[in-house]
């Protein structure tokens, strides 16, 4: 246990960090509902004394909808990133931004209603904690409107891989709603790496391995539709993070150790292949840069070594042949072929249909 970080009847001055990527038409309920609870008291033990929007590169209007709703919150403040980098930097950027004492991380969509807080900031205070996690997974979770089955059993699925490779005790660590004490955090916070969905294992383990006191918490959720991840081409990205971290931290600690576990060595291969695999039909990296003119139907993802040549796709899924764009900034279809790029099979048949001419 840490050290105590506050009596049971103290309030907890709280930055609130909500990272947004196109959150435009969610963040303004999730705004107003944050400031309506601050006003009640609905967040106490929680003093809200920052509110931080990390607009991670967003191409539709977050940033001017976050500064128009901000404004009656207390100590309201705007990040606003060049390009789009991923939940994990924008998550650091608030930490880093904040000056309160207490952070709480809360996603925009809003799936945890703000009195959620007041669970988080009395076990902090109770036990305390330096890290409280929100939690799905809990026999006392109360989940109002769920996920769609595929969502739910993947994620499930992802729990078990993260379990099983870093022993991490927790039956839900990708729930968009931490409390966190700053000071804990800051000494590990610059050396953290994974910028995207998987963000939270890694975070958990360094708070592991500091010796911070974290605690996962019941919560009432509810799933909110136009989620930000993509089961397959985000779920293998956050697979391949996990590969990654346990490379570097699990086994990096004690490798000898680690290796002579068959058990351990045998999941961490099984994962590799896994890995491997979803790669083969996941977009890369590589092509995960995107180029937006103000129209919906003109972004595009570039491809490597392919100068002006770029994927014309809807909600990034890939829908078109390869397309030229020219100095007037037009779409000019090239011969229809399919696209050579490494997708998803349910996707490739999506290919034959010509992207329109503007």
Known sequence: ?????????????????????????????????????????VVRPLSVTEVIVVDDGSRDDTKGVAQQYGMNLPGFKLISGDKNRGKGHAVRAGLSEAKAPWVLVADADMSAAWDQASRLAHSCLTHSAQIVIGSRGLPESDIKVHQSPIRENLGRFFNVWVRLLTRLPFKDTQCGFKLIH????????????????????????????????????????????????????????????????????????NARKQIRNPYRLLSLLLLGLLCLGLASVALPEEISHFLYDGDEDDAAISVPGRPNVYIQHDDFAPVAVL???????????????????????????RLTRSPPVH
């Not at 995207?196 to 500091?210: I, N």
């Not at 990654?244 to 990096?252: D, M, N, P, S």
């Open 182 to 253: 700053r000071a804990s955090v800051l000494p590990f916070l610059s050396r953290l790496e994974i910028n995207g969905f998987a963000w939270d294992v890694e975070f958990l383990l360094f708070g592991r391995e500091a010796g911070l006191t974290i605690m996962e918490v019941p919560i009432v959720w509810e799933h909110k539709e136009t989620s930000r991840v993509h089961p397959i081409w985000d779920g293998s990205r956050m697979l391949l993070s996990l590969l990654k971290i346990t490379l570097k931290h699990t086994l990096g600690v």
């Open 1 to 41: 246990m840490g050290p105590p970080l506050g009596n049971p009847g103290s309030l907890l001055e709280t930055a609130i960090v909500i990272p947004a990527y196109n959150e435009a038409l969610r963040l303004p309920a999730t705004l107003q509902a944050l400031a309506e609870a601050e006003r009640n008291g």
């Open 323 to 349: 397309i030229h764009r020219t100095p007037e900034a037009r779409w000019v279809p090239l011969v229809p072929q399919r696209v050579r790029v490494p997708i998803s099979p349910p996707l490739r048949t």
